[in-house]
């Protein structure tokens, strides 16, 4: 029976998530701290960890990077409110498996924790293959193995002006050697694009090996990377086979390898000069044809200059260079994405759903994506499982994305406060002082729009409270504070 941990400062939802799992032959542990959640994590060894963002002494991002110190290669889910997609976002960059949108969905839940358990226990096998072929095994006899602990969706093609040119540039680079740095933001498919850079060369029947830079730890990215000899340090049981050996004849993708150690980037500058390497703690060198291609979502030459990176692995790796753009500079591509994805959420779920209202057609389009392709591929896996037709309507999506232009952020820095966020104002917005030359402040604009729209929705559902929070899409909890600030 796969052992959970469940860490969430309230107990209502510690309590539902173990009744909830239990009933689905799952060992349920709970916890309502973060210091609390990493002893219970050290003393029964969980198979996955389900964690709430805002804990009450320390941050998800404190307790996601303890987790993955210790135990890189365990899924973290993250429960989260949908105005933190950029949190979201961030963690996923930490090593986080997924996230979980408020408010919570048994089925969504369930879907994502046996994928999680699923990839999890792929790349153990993975990883036990690699150790018991290492004696004698050739590179060529391990071939088709990923090093990524997820599957990743398949390519979609845009048909936009922008696309056009993304895609000119990796049929150019393609059927080189050249080792390739391609930038984007966070979700925007680097991977897919050095996948397809793969497919379409001829190292395509040779392994393609993914690697997060950012979900590794110091102590283990050179164990990832060059593999260790057994015993070669405290904790080495057994000789592990690192990614470089792992992609011998095809390509290694690195991605955020900004955030390699210094000392780790010496390492893989002379692998990358030579050709060679050695495993960690091992005297045996080994010959290397390895195509690289790195991904960073931050400037590598302006870390170079900052003493982050190295400058000459920079320019080892900036043979060419690939602008990946935002999903909101795409827009004339993002339906076509959206029907890709709905396609294979459809085959995952099990699930016949043929398409998008009108209304989220336009909801989608004046939307900004933060998270980019990922946050659009979760958003309708999310909209497709809560469709209970053949069409996802409105009701289906998050209420930010479907209220977006009423909070809609000012072209500027400024800062402003949330919908539904427990920062807002903690008192009922009250009519504004009739001076003709005053402004409405951003402040008093979006607490007066926050107050109609939570008392429009009372109102529909007769005050029902557990409806309008799902409505909304917040917790009951949440709801009964706005209730209690806005003196409804």
């Given at each position: 029976m796969k052992k959970i941990v469940v860490v969430d400062d309230e107990p209502d939802i510690c309590f539902l998530l173990k009744r909830f799992l239990s009933r689905n032959n799952f060992l349920v542990e709970t916890a309502h701290n973060g210091k609390e959640g990493l002893a219970l994590i050290e003393k029964i060894e969980p198979d996955l960890v389900m964690t709430d963002f805002r804990l009450g002494d320390i941050t998800g991002t404190e307790l996601l990077t303890t987790i993955k110190a210790k135990n890189p290669h365990m899924p973290v889910l993250v429960i989260t409110g949908y105005s933190d997609i950029k949190i979201a976002v961030n963690v996923m960059k930490l090593g986080a498996y997924d996230y979980i949108t408020k408010p919570l969905f048994p089925d969504e839940i369930l879907v994502t924790v046996n994928k999680a358990l699923a990839d999890m226990e792929n790349e153990t096998e993975d990883s036990e293959g690699e150790t018991s072929g290492s004696t004698g095994a050739k590179p060529s006899e391990k071939r088709g193995r990923k090093a990524s602990t997820r599957s990743k969706p398949g390519f979609i093609m845009g048909d936009s002006e922008v696309s056009d040119n993304l895609y000119k540039q990796v049929d150019l680079v393609a059927p080189t050697n050249f080792s390739v740095i391609i930038y984007g933001e966070s979700g925007s498919g680097k991977e897919a694009i050095a996948h397809e850079i793969h497919n379409r060369s001829k190292r395509r029947d040779m392994p393609f090996v993914a690697m997060d830079c950012g979900a590794i730890s110091k102590e283990l990215a050179g164990s990832e990377l060059f593999g260790h000899e057994k015993g070669s340090f405290t904790g080495a049981l057994q000789t592990k086979i690192g990614h470089f050996e792992l992609a011998n004849g095809g390509t290694l993708f690195l991605d955020e390898v900004s955030n390699l150690s210094y000392e780790i980037q010496v390492a893989l500058l002379r692998v990358v000069q030579e050709r060679k390497m050695r495993r960690i703690g091992g005297s045996k060198e080994i010959d290397l044809d390895v195509r690289i291609i790195v991904a960073s979502n931050e400037r590598l030459l302006e870390s170079a200059k900052?003493?982050?990176?190295?400058?000459?692995?920079?320019?080892?790796?900036?043979?060419?260079?690939?602008?990946?753009?935002?999903?909101?500079?795409?827009?004339?591509?993002?339906?076509?994405?959206?029907?890709?994805?709905?396609?294979?959420?459809?085959?995952?779920?099990?699930?016949?759903?043929?398409?998008?209202?009108?209304?989220?057609?336009?909801?989608?389009?004046?939307?900004?994506?933060?998270?980019?392709?990922?946050?659009?591929?979760?958003?309708?896996?999310?909209?497709?499982?809560?469709?209970?037709?053949?069409?996802?309507?409105?009701?289906?999506?998050?209420?930010?994305?479907?209220?977006y232009k009423k909070i809609q952020v000012l072209e500027d820095d400024q800062v402003r406060p949330t919908y539904l966020e427990a920062s807002a104002p903690s008192i009922r917005p009250e009519e504004p002082v009739e001076d003709p030359d005053s402004k409405p402040s951003l402040k008093t604009v979006a607490s007066e729009a926050e107050y109609d729209m939570i008392m429009q929705v009372l109102r529909d559902v007769n005050f029902n409270k557990s409806k309008a929070a799902r409505l909304l899409n917040i917790d009951r909890k949440t709801l009964y504070n706005k209730m209690k600030q806005f003196d409804i």
């Open positions: 900052n003493g982050k990176f190295r400058e000459d692995l920079y320019y080892r790796f900036n043979e060419f260079t690939i602008e990946v753009p935002a999903l909101r500079n795409r827009k004339d591509d993002l339906m076509q994405f959206a029907e890709g994805f709905l396609q294979t959420t459809n085959k995952e779920l099990e699930k016949s759903v043929k398409g998008f209202s009108n209304d989220v057609r336009e909801d989608f389009l004046n939307y900004s994506w933060p998270g980019n392709l990922r946050e659009l591929r979760n958003v309708i896996k999310r909209a497709t499982l809560l469709s209970d037709g053949d069409i996802i309507e409105e009701k289906s999506l998050p209420f930010e994305i479907v209220n």
